[in-house]
């Protein structure tokens, strides 16, 4: 029998998947799956609760399942799929919507984000996303969550809907917990440093992509906001310093520093010599990452088998719980 522990996550195709995508989440999912039974997904469902334009959207789920291979995500070890091919997770959704209160999805701050962002579409899936996204967790019964300190409200929620829905029919779900990095669980925007670096708001020049060009990553790290204080030395103070935190988050990240490690490499420099230090240190770790997603990018009868058999391979895993749901909760056998 497998004993393997299992993980579960994905990401939206909103938008091309940013530095915070990668060092929040996708960064620490290769390391998972030699070890853990994996399952990653695009959550292609979850972006039309913006709206999308059809063929960006298209494009851009088949470039993110092209970036996470290219990030190590070996479509032999772990299955890798697109969340709209595999229908009980809309299935699962409707029935767990059931389950989950008013009060408690309007209490969401990316519901309260979202809506304030978006206010001429404020749709019913923006409001019961959080349901979609613990059936996208709960048909595979995981152990671990592996995602960015923003997600950790939508995990707790599956957890209540857990509790809740467990409580009533006896043990359907395993019990999730999210997997959150010590080190990057929350990139900032690099011209803003209160707000987090996200992948949907178009146009912001505090950004980095995956797939930027060397050029463009090096500009935005020249023209990075530290910090207005005088004594201009690199040193970690998230509270006073939160743009040089901010960079020396995502230096460690690049380099596997620790923060003392840096702030002796840089004392005495100033942020001169440390803002295109950093720029560097992402240039080359995304270097390979950008020349396989563009090799595999290229190769549409790989990708089209990669997420066939991947699809194919999560319906068999979510029809089981699904299954038992429908059976828990009344429906007639098909
Ligand atoms: P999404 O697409 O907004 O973000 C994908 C993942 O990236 C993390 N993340 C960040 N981490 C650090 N710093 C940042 N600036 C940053 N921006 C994003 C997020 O925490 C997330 O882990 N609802 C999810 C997608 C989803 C999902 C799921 C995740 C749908 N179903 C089931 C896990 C399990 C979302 O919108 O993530």
Known sequence: MDEKKTMLSGIKPSGDLTLGSYLGPLHHWPKMIEEYDCYYFMADLHAITVRQNPADLRRRTLEQLAQYIACGLDPEKCTLFIQSHVHQHAELGWVLNCYAMFGELSRMTQFKDKSARNADNINGGLFTYPCLMAADILLYQPDFIPVGDDQRQHVELARNIVQRFNGVYGDVFKMPEPYIPKVGARIMSLTNPAAKMSKSDNGDTGRVTLMDDPNVIMKQFKRAITDSDTERCVRYDPENKPGVANLMTIYSSATGRSFAEIEREFDG??????????????????????????????????????????????????????????????????
């Open 269 to 334: 420099l100033g942020y001169g010599k440390f803002k295109p230090a950093v720029g560097e240190a992402v240039v080359e770790m995304l270097r390979p990452i950008q020349e396989e997603a563009r090799r595999i990018m290229a190769d549409k009868a790989y990708l089209e088998g990669v997420y066939r058999a991947g699809a194919e391979k999560a319906s068999r895993t979510a029809e089981k719980t699904l299954r038992k749901v429908y059976k828990k909760v009344g429906f007639v056998a098909r």
